[in-house]
């Protein structure tokens, strides 16, 4: 089994059991983007305690790549701090840019799994509405660059 295919397993796994699914009671920051190119969407409750991401959840519907993404995201952050996790969102993003290669993207998680999808650039959105929507919650860590290629809801 070579790292594509290690890759392709952990995508369907986080599509088919995502993690941190559901809608959070009364959350600190509530965000819904879609595709409209596709239709496909993510909605994303997150509370705080202090600095630190306490709880965080999405629902949605689409393609198992932008489904699998969210997954992986809520599962990476969930307990990290808001300068941390926009760090990771930053990360992400040079990720798919072909910008940060190697073990630098080891902080990534399973999420580095979709490292594969920068050769797409069809799917590239896909990859990244879950971390357009912990954005518009944390503000851009990409100096207004993420934010002005998000997909509007
Ligand atoms: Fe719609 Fe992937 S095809 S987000």
Redesign the pocket.
């Known amino acids: 089994m070579n790292l594509d295919d290690v890759y392709q397993e952990l995508l369907l796994d986080h599509y088919k059991s995502p993690r941190c699914h559901g809608v959070l009671l009364n959350p600190d920051g509530k965000v819904d983007l879609h595709?409209p190119?596709?239709?496909?969407q993510i909605s994303l409750t997150i509370k705080f305690a202090q600095d630190e991401i306490s709880n965080i959840a999405f629902t949605g519907h689409?393609?198992s790549?932008?489904q699998a993404a969210a997954s992986m995201m809520s599962e990476l952050l969930r307990g990290k701090t808001k300068q941390e996790a926009q760090r990771l969102s930053l990360l992400f993003r040079q990720m798919i840019r072909s910008e940060v290669e190697g073990d630098a993207l080891l902080d990534l998680g399973d999420a580095v799994a979709l490292e594969g999808v920068k050769k797409h650039s069809a799917?590239i959105?896909?990859a990244l509405?879950a971390w357009d929507c912990v954005d518009r919650v944390l503000g851009d860590p990409d100096g207004g660059r993420s934010l002005r290629n998000e997909i509007p809801s």
């Not at 190119?37 to 496909?40: A, E, F, P, S, T």
């Open positions: 595709n190119l596709c239709g496909d689409g393609c790549i932008s799917r959105k896909c509405l």
